[in-house]
């Protein structure tokens, strides 16, 4: 994987102004409210499947993860299926005040349950 090619996408922090974003919806499971957005890279077309989720009952809980994914993915992906998706992935990017970063690339699982 050439992962650190130039393109923006691929280069934390990262600006919403470089993609064209979709709303998937909103993933309900366990009562959590995590926002999914299809995010495609205006540059070179890439497809990132973003999820967003915070707690306000925790302090400094919020957290973004974004995956590559296929077109096929982006096109069929379901609000409640996202973070399974970006679970299979083998790294995603992360950040967020959880993880007190702005961008990084990860391979830990994904946590977005409070608990
Ligand atoms: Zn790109």
Redesign the pocket.
Known sequence: MNLMAD????TPPFDYR?FDSVAVGVDETNGRFGEVTIET??????KWLRYFVEYEAFSRSGRWYRGLVTDEIARTVQPASAVAVLQSLAWRFAGGDYFESTGFMSTDPVVVDPW
């Open positions: 393109c923006r996408c691929l470089d890279c205006k540059v070179c077309g890439r």
